[in-house]
């Protein structure tokens, strides 16, 4: 059973389109992620969700919207997309809720998106 | 700006020898401090974590050093063998008293050599 499991695996579109990852985790963990990781494989974060809440927004395009139907899908969708967006995103699970945080994260495989 | 400086950015170790990766940080605040691996194709896995009452943690052939007062952390891999090249990332997050917030390093490619 896979933990943390994100779909695509692979998405190649045309600049300006707009598409959509998703993310599922069966590890019954109340926090969700989405981290960006570049050509250079820098890993930066990019969102996080408690339990379907907004917790953390790092100054991302608001092209970029996370969506979290349930404490365990956290899906992003991207508007408009541009050639600066092609990067591997992954999601990631954890433990973490108010008064508990900084516990392990789970990542899934990640999508690799590229732009043409 | 680059809050978690990584070296070296590529590491080649033989079979058997010591592996060893640094970090250093400048932000206070910063209270957990975990290393992940990542292999081709596959998401960061968490390897080891020290959080900063404590200077050393040691895990099978792992060991993390802590020197708070220098503002730096490193990572040694003991008996290096070929299964342990990938790349490697340290990482640090504040107490933020709901979900994690990590500044990951730059990342460490090692490869181990027969």
């Known amino acids: 059973d896979t933990a943390v499991s994100q779909t695509p695996k692979y998405l190649v579109t045309q600049m300006g389109n707009d598409k959509s990852i998703k993310c599922e985790q069966n590890l019954g963990h109340d926090t969700m992620y989405w981290y960006k990781q570049d050509s250079k494989k820098f890993l930066k974060i990019m969102f996080s969700?408690?339990?379907?809440?907004?917790?953390i927004n790092e100054t991302v395009p608001n092209r970029f919207s996370p969506k979290s139907p349930d404490k365990a899908h956290l899906n992003l969708h991207i508007n408009s997309l541009e050639l600066g967006d092609s990067a591997v995103y992954f999601c990631?699970?954890?433990?973490?809720?108010?008064?508990?945080?900084?516990?392990?994260?789970?990542f899934g495989d990640g999508t690799r998106l590229s732009i043409l | 700006q680059q809050q978690v400086k990584q070296s070296p950015q590529s590491l080649i170790v033989q079979k058997g020898g010591i592996s060893i990766i640094n970090c250093a940080y400048e932000n206070t605040a910063f209270d957990y401090f975990p290393w992940y691996q990542q292999f081709p194709g596959k998401g960061p896995a968490l390897l080891i974590a020290?959080?900063?009452?404590?200077s050393e943690k040691k895990e099978g052939r792992f060991t993390i050093s802590f020197n708070k007062s220098a503002k730096q952390f490193s990572l040694h891999i003991m008996d290096s063998q070929p299964g342990d090249s990938a790349t490697y990332f340290c990482a640090a997050s504040p107490y933020t008293g709901t979900a994690s917030k990590l500044t990951f390093g730059t990342g460490t490619r090692l490869q181990v050599t027969l």
């Open positions: 969700y408690n339990n379907k809440e907004l917790i």
């Open positions: 990631a699970s954890s433990q973490d809720k108010t008064g508990y945080s900084n516990q392990p994260q789970h």
């Open positions: 020290i959080r900063p009452d404590v």
